[in-house]
């Protein structure tokens, strides 16, 4: 026949993939991380389609091994996948009657599982079963309850593969204006996803169709196009499939050795895919090119191979093209009678299939001249009218006018889509011009009426403003005298919070002067027992134990004073005055004394007191009064940090059920330039909000009525006062510290 019959590859829907497919080699990686059995063989599944475009052998040794491996473990969905995914590699073999038993399979699987997304990959894999076999009326049944679903569900990858599909039924009948249609709604949806691999399918089977409307041009060109995005996405059997077309256009133009070149290239792709339809098929245009170039015993021995391969793939439309190029390769040699046979053959394939379109009447035209050239003038009249009522059908006017104003009103919306977008680039850009100049135009105005107002104004804004400062001035000695009062009740505020725990330091010396006291009064009386008695040496070391308790009575008087003397000296106004300090001990007193004031006023507290204090740091010189202010501060924070995640902890689980004991470590670190102090709590930390706002004025984490919002802020500007930095660490459900660093070394 004049033209080789197109083979054009389906949208490989039959693989259950949501999206672009990733790369072989990404699959194996996360297989080789596989956490579970059904994750192992989820990702296996996916690897059928991307061995498939590589090999097909292999790709179906892969998926009867996935079958198995999921009914071992009754996994149905993985079944279903497995046995949806093999059907498409068994279709490229041309296993049809396996696919079938498959499919219904997977079909029963996936309806008990309500599973409709992958009921509709069924169905256009049930399509395409169809389609392959040239049925183009029931692939396009399946392939439309597909889109019902997906259209439904707003799938677009697997929609634009669809219409794909429809449209190569269209085109196989002929029906180039339903075709174009969808192939066009395919790409445009490809496009949009950015889905490279489905617009190297849609491509192809446009190429096709250009081909059918005898526009060789655009042919060429989406054929090519396909061929490039095949290579850049590793799809080996678009480009095999477009290589085939582009024999098949070739031919058309009648330049049989670009046939040949394309055609033996299609070939030994199909061979090394392991795809024999397409192999058989190639080797057909391959041998009708050597015809018309006269090698009549090389197209001969190229159809004898293709025969093999053609019923092993169980495609009908491939062995009629082997016996359509050997019927032509006789009768280019005149052998006519020779040839009918092979017509014949070609003939009764077509008449079993739903196609329709020019090549079928090519064969009844070379038909009807065999049948002439030996006197068959009866047939030869019956074949030629078939010819003729078909070509007149194909190539009516009007379906070649429906298809071509399909094409160029597609190409036009695409113009005038992008002229719409440059105008409204322009006309943006003029609109933004002109507000620019409106906005600098009204800021001129407003500008100039400005200093106009400032102008007429000037002699009374200079008496306010004479006014107004006298204002401020008069506010900033209000405001630092209201700061100073702030800072002296945040002292007593604290001082408060020491008072519970002072009054158990200072109780401790009283009793041992109370106790001490009773002794001694016991010690004199019996020394005066024994003078009495005449027991002076007796006496005397009564006398001796008399002075060490009376030793004993001032040791403690005295710890009572320094006590009592901390306390007046911590609510007296800060002098500024530095002086040698042990900051271990300044540290190590006002932590007892906090958590002694806590005990107080709660018997039911209770916390790990950890120190952790550098015995090298030595006195350092430092305001001991505020920076112990400091240290009291932080501390109480902490151990009301601590005891607010207790309670709530406790409000929650019994205190058996939770390990939490509420712990708060101090420690002192001497450094090269300084000294740091830590304050540490595992309380509930500080949320991510509000850290930036912690030393904040009248900011405070507490409830209301639980704090004055200024602990932190006025202990940060002290130790900034001095030179120093207050900073925090914190972690959420973890804990806090808080890092005091005071340079200057260890005196």
Same mark, same amino acid.
């Given at each position: ?269 199909? #061979?090394?895919?392991? &795809?024999?339809?397409?192999?058989? !098929?190639?080797? *057909?245009?391959?041998? $009708?090119? %050597? /015809?018309? =170039? ?5 197209? #001969?021995?190229?159809? &004898?191979?293709?025969?093999?391969? !053609?019923?092993? *793939?169980?495609?009908? $439309?491939? %062995? /009629?093209? =082997? ?15 020779? !040839? ?27 038909? !009807? ?379």
């Amino acid at each position: 026949m004049k033209k080789i019959l197109s083979l054009i590859f389906c949208f490989s829907l039959i693989f259950a993939v949501k999206a672009q497919n990733p790369t072989i080699d990404s699959l194996k990686n996360e297989l080789a991380k596989a956490p579970t059995e059904k994750k192992r063989i989820d990702i296996s599944n996916e690897l059928i389609q991307p061995t498939g475009e590589i090999n097909l052998n292999s790709a179906i040794v892969l998926g009867n091994k996935m079958i198995l491996e999921s009914r071992k473990i009754k996994y149905k969905w993985g079944e279903a996948n497995a046995l949806t995914n093999t059907s498409g590699v068994l279709m490229m073999k041309g296993d049809f009657e396996q696919v079938k038993k498959n499919l219904d399979k997977a079909e029963g699987l996936f309806t008990a599982l309500n599973d409709t997304s992958s009921l509709s990959l069924i169905y256009g894999s049930k399509g395409q079963m169809y389609g392959m076999q040239s049925q183009y009326d029931s692939a396009n049944c399946y392939y439309f309850k597909a889109v019902a679903i997906q259209e439904a569900e707003g799938t677009s990858a697997n929609l634009g593969r669809n219409y794909g599909n429809i449209a190569i039924g269209f085109l196989m009948q002929s029906k180039y204006q339903q075709a174009l249609k969808y192939q066009q709604k395919g790409l445009e949806i490809a496009q949009s996803l950015h889905n490279t691999r489905s617009e190297a399918y849609i491509m192809l089977n446009m190429g096709i169709t250009y081909q059918r409307m005898l526009d060789a041009k655009r042919s060429e060109k989406a054929l090519l196009e396909a061929v490039r995005l095949a290579k850049e996405t590793g799809l080996k059997n678009v480009e095999v499939y477009a290589y085939s077309n582009l024999a098949s256009l070739f031919s058309t133009l009648e330049n049989w050795n670009e046939t040949y070149k394309y055609a033996l290239k299609a070939a030994e792709m199909g #061979k090394a895919t392991g &795809d024999v339809s397409i192999e058989a !098929a190639s080797y *057909s245009k391959a041998a $009708l090119a %050597l /015809a018309h =170039l006269k090698r009549y015993d090389e197209a #001969k021995e190229l159809v &004898d191979r293709g025969m093999a391969d !053609a019923e092993a *793939s169980g495609q009908p $439309l491939i %062995l /009629a093209q =082997l016996h359509e190029a050997m019927g032509k390769t006789l009768l280019l040699q005149e052998k006519y009678e020779e !040839a009918i046979p092979y017509y014949e053959k070609t003939r009764d394939i077509f008449a079993q299939t739903d196609e329709y379109d020019e090549n079928i009447g090519a064969i009844y035209q070379n038909l !009807a001249k065999c049948y002439e050239e030996t006197a068959r003038f009866d047939e030869a009249l019956t074949s030629f009218k078939k010819y003729a009522a078909i070509n007149d059908s194909i190539r009516s006017r009007e379906n070649v006018q429906k298809g071509t104003e399909q094409m160029m009103t597609y190409e036009f919306e695409k113009t005038q889509e992008a002229q719409r977008a440059d105008q409204k680039r322009k006309d943006a850009v003029a609109k933004a011009r002109q507000w620019v100049l409106a906005i600098v135009l009204a800021l001129s105005l407003m500008l100039v009426f400005v200093i106009y107002r400032a102008l007429r104004s000037k002699k009374k804004s200079n008496a306010k403003l004479q006014a107004q400062k006298e204002e401020v001035q008069n506010a900033l000695l209000k405001l630092k005298s209201t700061q100073s009062q702030l800072i002296q009740a945040e002292k007593m505020a604290s001082l408060g919070e020491l008072t519970a725990g002072i009054a158990h330091e200072i109780q401790n010396p009283l009793n041992f002067v109370n106790n001490f006291s009773e002794v001694s009064k016991d010690l004199v009386k019996e020394m005066n027992e024994e003078i009495d008695n005449g027991n002076y040496d007796y006496a005397k070391e009564i006398a001796a134990d008399l002075v060490l308790s009376l030793d004993k009575i001032n040791h403690h008087g005295k710890r009572a004073d320094g006590i009592v003397k901390g306390m007046l000296q911590h609510s007296r106004a800060s002098s500024d005055v530095k002086e040698p300090t042990n900051i271990n001990t300044l540290a190590d007193e006002y932590f007892r004394l906090a958590y002694h004031g806590l005990r107080a006023k709660d018997k039911s507290f209770n916390a790990t007191l950890e120190t952790n204090f550098d015995k090298t740091i030595g006195t350092v010189d430092i305001a001991r009064q505020d920076i112990g202010r400091v240290v009291l501060n932080l501390i109480t924070n902490a151990f009301y940090a601590v005891g607010a995640k207790k309670i709530l902890l406790d409000r929650s689980l019994p205190s058996e059920a939770h390990p939490y004991q509420p712990t708060v470590i101090v420690s002192t670190k001497k450094l090269a330039d300084g000294i740091e102090i830590r304050i540490h709590d595992n309380g509930n930390g500080i949320p991510d909000g509000v850290k930036d706002k912690i030393f904040q004025p009248f900011f405070t984490t507490k409830p209301t009525g639980e704090g004055t919002g200024l602990g932190l802020s006025l202990s940060y500007d002290i130790v900034k006062k001095y030179g120093g930095e207050l900073t925090m660490e914190t972690k959420e459900g973890k804990g806090t510290t808080f890092i005091i660093f005071m340079p200057g070394n260890g005196v």
